[in-house]
């Protein structure tokens, strides 16, 4: 019978179905933040289960406020820290080493093609790019998933987008899943997984892959998906090179879990890319997206880049072609996190920090900052950031604060002219 | 099990998610109590006061579509349980807020669109809702009437619920 990538994952790890349509899976990644797993912790011990089910499997970083700002968030780290150290989780980055989750774990070279992966972060269906089932989850599943290694799931749906044609100047993959989502609105994939396809796909790399897998979640998706291929086997060859004799047998073990010809969708959604404008968020669901073309000349107070979704070094390199020798508006703050050390050092090296600084940003460590408004780069009622970031919610990044969601390119000339612009109509001096 | 019923807290409105349900600024706590006061304080919706006497006595969530989605914390279940809230119903949920509820022993209940209307019906007066969890069905009374529906968890679900949560079903199971 035809088999589309999650039913394949969950068949092969498959420990349980206690009930018909409940899944419980073993688990192969198990992350953590300091936001939602000291309370797992506690609880572990307070269970008299302090217990880990594998070390080796368990992934932690410090990344949503970091460095601790306060003595609430200190103490978060501390459990972590702690926590980490009696269990002998090696694996475990702490300041100085730590960078986003969804950043710092696939650059770490710990996903691989068919793994399942948790999180207690809703963000975590990011790793999908990786042709794995990965899901966001809550922290009790996440207290089981880190004493047990399982977790349970329903049945899993899968609908299927295909990406055609060559995206235009300009676009991105974060401008291509604005319009998926406005196409989907943000509960069209509520309990699917979301299998992004095409010739657009393909042409990504897996940076971008992981930008549009990682706002499956802002359609309500379960995980995004893309199908294993040659750029996944490049970007791993690193970690994987003692595992396969060459990549064409690493590829040829990735192709297995390919979604099967004749697998059934749920539904099958077809987009063609060229021609599309630059989009952007209006309101204050991720689902409201407009073309740039309409939104052109909205005031804004402060622009964000970084984030798991557009903190990459990818992201840095299209945001300081448009900045380079060129200054802010004085009407702006401008904010840029590199998401993990290894994007910050890259881009110092490449002379991008230099950029940044130069245009007036303030750059900041990696963290996850300002996207929730949690640490710094919160914003003032009333006042309106551009940001690279995932979710435009109501008072997401401080109370009575509007966030517009762009690409790294709209963001870099929506600071330089201080209202939101269309990227197309600026030159880029590139970077070499 | 805990306890579900009681007074009813209408949010006619779709959407509504976990960042309005308790910000981000507040996950630096590490104790559900600490949440308490937080509780829909962000909540975008006319007219809405989140110290009203009648948020602070509600017992069951009456609301619309996509309910919980955003954000995986489960300090959003927690906010309603250190509040007494235990059960939320709406015309569907986010999948990781759902979990959450039934993970924690909690009702997070689907009704057809229609269903929704019938009980938004009330809203105004002074409504509860009483839970028949054993036949799956619950009842809305207030000066405006009474009505009884049936509704549908997953055998799963239930046995969270059963169970006390997904820790004590997994534990036993494991």
């Known amino acids: ?432 | 099990m805990k306890e579900f019923g009681g007074k009813v807290l209408f949010l006619d409105r779709s959407d509504i998610n976990t960042d309005e349900i308790i910000p981000a600024k507040y996950l630096t706590e590490i104790s559900k109590e600490a949440l308490k006061s937080h509780m829909l304080e962000d909540l975008k919706l006319d007219g809405f006061n989140p110290h009203a006497p009648s948020v602070r006595e509600a017992k069951v969530v009456v609301t619309r579509a996509n309910f919980g989605c955003g954000s995986s914390r489960e300090h959003a279940p927690w906010v309603f349980e250190v509040n007494d809230i235990n059960v939320v119903i709406a015309s569907s949920f986010a999948r990781i807020f759902r979990q959450n509820m039934f993970n924690c022993g909690m009702l997070a209940i689907e009704l057809t669109e229609d269903m929704i209307d019938e009980l938004f019906e009330h809203k105004g007066s002074d409504a509860t809702v009483h839970i028949d969890f054993v036949n799956n069905r619950l009842t809305i009374e207030s000066p405006k009437g009474k009505k009884t529906v049936d509704y549908m968890i997953s055998q799963f679900d239930r046995a969270l619920v059963e169970a006390g949560g997904w820790v004590e079903f997994a534990d036993s199971k494991y």
């Open chain 1, 1 to 432: 019978m035809a088999m589309t990538l999650a039913e394949k994952v969950f068949g092969s790890h498959l420990r349980d179905e206690p009930f018909p349509g409940t899944k419980v899976l073993g688990i192969d990644v198990v992350m953590c933040h300091e936001i939602t797993t000291p309370i797992a912790i506690n609880d572990l011990v307070a269970r008299g289960k302090d217990r880990v089910f594998t070390p080796e499997k368990i992934k932690v970083v410090i990344d949503h406020v970091t460095p601790a700002k306060d003595t609430k968030t200190a103490q978060q780290g501390k459990i972590m820290r702690d926590w980490a150290r009696r269990h002998n989780i090696k694996d475990f980055f702490d300041i100085g080493r730590n960078g986003v989750c969804h950043a710092i774990f696939p650059e770490k070279g710990f996903i691989r093609p068919g793994y399942t992966v948790i999180m207690g972060d809703s963000h975590t269906c990011t790793h999908g790019a990786f042709g794995a089932f990965a899901a966001g989850v809550g922290t009790t599943d996440l207290e089981v998933g880190i004493l047990k290694g399982v977790c349970a799931f329903r049945e899993p749906k899968t609908i299927r987008i295909n990406i055609q044609g060559e995206l235009p100047e300009c676009v991105y993959a974060k401008d291509v899943i604005l319009r998926v989502i406005k196409e989907m609105t943000v509960n069209g994939a509520t309990d699917c997984v979301i299998e992004f396809h095409g010739d657009t796909v393909k042409k990504m790399s897996m940076e971008s892959r992981m930008t549009l897998c990682k706002m499956a979640i802002e359609a309500g998706g379960t995980s995004g998906v893309c199908m294993p291929d040659e750029v996944t086997a490049d970007y791993l060859w690193p970690f994987i090179s003692s595992e396969y004799r060459d990549k064409k047998e690493a590829l040829k073990e990735f192709r297995k879990w390919w979604s099967d010809e004749g697998s059934e969708y749920v539904k099958v959604i077809d987009i063609d890319v060229s021609g599309m404008e630059p989009q952007v968020t209006y309101g204050f669901k991720p689902d409201q997206v407009k073309n740039i073309s309409e939104m052109e000349g909205t005031p804004v107070d402060q622009v964000y880049i970084g984030s798991c979704t557009n903190g990459r070094i990818e992201d840095m390199r299209v945001a300081a072609a448009y900045l380079k020798g060129r200054k802010i508006a004085p009407s702006v703050r401008g904010i840029v996190s590199p998401a993990t050390p290894k994007v910050f050092r890259d881009a110092d090296e490449e002379g991008i920090i230099r950029i940044f600084m130069d245009a007036g940003f303030c750059v900041t460590n990696p963290t996850c900052g300002a996207c929730l408004g949690m640490s710094n780069g919160v914003l003032a009622p009333g006042e309106v950031c551009a940001s690279t970031t995932n979710r435009n919610f109501n008072g997401r990044m401080g109370r009575g604060g509007m966030v517009h969601l762009m690409s790294p390119a709209m963001a870099a000339v929506t600071a330089i002219e201080g209202k939101i612009s269309d990227p197309r109509k600026f030159s880029t001096e590139g970077i070499s």
